[in-house]
DNA sequence: TGCACCATGTAATTAGTTACATGATTAC
DNA sequence: GTAATCATGTAACTAATTACATGGTGCA
């Protein structure tokens, strides 16, 4: 109902990030990257003029708190009943499945114009990150396991989490056998 | 080299379409859709100014092609001397890795607000669109198969094509096991 | 002295979608 | 007759990034 003129995905990664706990624009950024990144991002100059819209909407609530004088004062947001309620109407609405875009597989789909070389490191890089990121999720794995097994988000995060470790491993095994086949080329 | 303003990735989504074979916007928008829609994506509001702009950069060609009379002429683009330049020069600065955007996971992960029945649903749905994802992939498989041993494209397109093979079962794999999660909960 | 982090925000730009507009042909 | 496909494009809009601007704190 709540006529939002249309439902931006962002505007409900900030609600859902405020109706843990309140939090600035900053906080929001950092838990974005700190437990998002793997499937999620935002940037300042995204968050900020939508945080902006979101208060002006009503559903959350700003305070400017003072703290260890010198430093900028920190705008921490709450969401509001009327947030909560949004929030919760937005899962109505099926996702909007994501068009994919992976640079990359362009490029590799186009390798025959690339010069010797060029994909191997591509390819190199690629799986760099994704064991990167396959790293990290398994100590997150490892924290989660260390949760109150009755914490009512448990499951849901070991399921994102869950995700994210089959996808890297996947990514990674394919890269180490992409990159075995670009070498034989030469 | 060539001072293009900054490297857009449909820009070279498009040279490199149009270094196979000539084509028009039309069939621009096909071809992804048939071959590149699961790693790629492109709308005729995006095509169609691009084709343009890569024409006054003088990168393609058109010639305007009549054909049975009463249809509209089909504007066919021709890559030049100069984009295939451009093309093989893209390689050189490497792919910015994408920041992931997947909304389903990010309902998942916010899971807790989610009203009962509704990520059932969601992950649901995106098993389907990987299962049908995996037998389209399945068929492509084998059309390469039939293809030419020495066609100088090959080797990547396989490459391409495994790479999502690979990721759709996992995600199919994942999804099952993410619906028999959810459904425990009741 | 300099870097990393804390903290907020705006401006300019680009990327990209959706909706609109038009109209013929082909296959059922 | 009606739906799908062929075919091209623009206009309006939204989403989102990058760069800019500012300045304090704490640590090595």
Same mark, same amino acid.
């Given at each position: 109902?709540?006529?939002?003129? #249309?439902?931006?995905? /962002?505007?409900?990664?900030?609600?859902?990030? %405020?109706? *843990? #706990?309140?939090?600035?624009?900053?906080?929001?950024?950092?838990?974005? *990257?700190?437990? %998002?990144?793997? $499937?999620? =991002?935002?940037?300042?100059?995204?968050?900020?003029?939508?945080?902006? #819209? %979101?208060?002006?909407?009503?559903?959350?609530?700003?305070?400017?708190?003072?703290?260890?004088?010198?430093?900028?004062?920190?705008? !921490?947001?709450?969401?509001?009943?009327?947030?909560?309620?949004?929030? @919760?109407?937005?899962?109505? !609405?099926?996702? =909007?499945?994501?068009?994919?875009?992976?640079?990359?597989?362009?490029?590799?789909?186009?390798?025959?114009?690339?010069?010797?070389?060029?994909?191997? @490191?591509?390819?190199? +890089?690629? @799986?760099? @990150?994704?064991?990167?990121?396959? &790293? #990290?999720?398994?100590?997150?794995?490892?924290?989660?396991?260390?949760?109150?097994?009755? +914490?009512?988000?448990?499951?849901?995060?070991?399921?994102?989490? &869950?995700?994210? !470790?089959?996808? $890297?491993? !996947?990514?990674?095994?394919?890269? /180490?056998?992409?990159?075995?086949?670009?070498?034989?080329?030469?």
């Amino acid at each position: 109902m709540s006529n939002s003129a #249309r439902a931006n995905p /962002t505007e409900f990664a900030i609600l859902g990030l %405020l109706a *843990e #706990r309140p939090r600035s624009g900053y906080d929001i950024k950092k838990e974005v *990257e700190e437990r %998002l990144s793997h $499937f999620w =991002s935002e940037s300042y100059g995204h968050i900020y003029p939508m945080l902006r #819209r %979101l208060h002006q909407r009503g559903l959350i609530a700003v305070s400017a708190v003072e703290q260890t004088p010198g430093r900028p004062a920190r705008n !921490t947001y709450t969401i509001t009943d009327a947030g909560q309620t949004e929030l @919760r109407e937005w899962f109505a !609405t099926p996702p =909007s499945p994501s068009r994919p875009r992976n640079e990359m597989l362009l490029r590799l789909f186009m390798g025959r114009y690339a010069p010797p070389g060029v994909l191997q @490191r591509d390819v190199q +890089a690629y @799986r760099e @990150r994704s064991s990167a990121a396959l &790293s #990290r999720l398994r100590e997150v794995e490892k924290e989660l396991a260390e949760l109150d097994a009755a +914490a009512p988000d448990l499951v849901y995060w070991k399921l994102v989490v &869950s995700f994210g !470790t089959q996808l $890297f491993e !996947t990514l990674e095994a394919w890269s /180490t056998m992409a990159e075995r086949e670009l070498k034989k080329l030469g």
